[in-house]
């Protein structure tokens, strides 16, 4: 994991409750999403260093730890919004070509990518494992297989 977990945060990154989450309903119930709308910084009372404000799609804005007290109260979602491309890919699923945001690329078929919705629309073939690219020039994270989540 990154030394500095807030390092890869931006504002517009797209998120969902995460491992430390202990707000209850503030982002809407599970499978609530939000909006990176601040970063923490250094010396601020309100955002101190290693939180993030997030604006949940149900109205509520607050923030969040994304390091601080060595807890995540977030997962990343999404980061189409802040521009991220994969320029030469095309979901085989939906058929978009350019993918916005994260890519997903089977480990198990033979060239067989998905875009974030189909991935998380469970497409193709849940017992096969992915690798998750966050950017077009980032390493893979591996995850395992979806089946039985």
Request: proline letters at 5%; charged letters at 25%; hydrophobic letters at 30%.
């Amino acid at each position: 994991m990154d030394p500095d977990p807030q390092a890869g945060v931006q504002v517009g990154m797209r998120v969902v409750r995460g491992v430390d989450w202990k707000w209850g309903q503030q982002d809407g119930g599970e499978g609530g999403v939000g909006t990176v709308v601040e970063l923490g910084r250094h010396g601020s009372p309100s955002t101190p260093d290693r939180t993030v404000v997030v604006q949940w799609d149900q109205g509520t804005r607050t923030n969040y730890r994304a390091g601080y007290q060595g807890a995540h109260d977030l997962l990343l979602y999404d980061n189409a919004q802040i521009g991220v491309r994969h320029p030469n890919i095309i979901c085989d699923c939906c058929k978009k070509h350019g993918l916005r945001g994260m890519r997903w690329k089977c480990r198990v078929c033979l060239d067989y990518d998905l875009c974030t919705q189909c991935y998380m629309h469970n497409k193709h073939e849940l017992a096969h494992a992915f690798d998750r690219y966050e950017t077009a020039h980032s390493r893979p994270v591996t995850l395992s297989p979806r089946q039985g989540l």
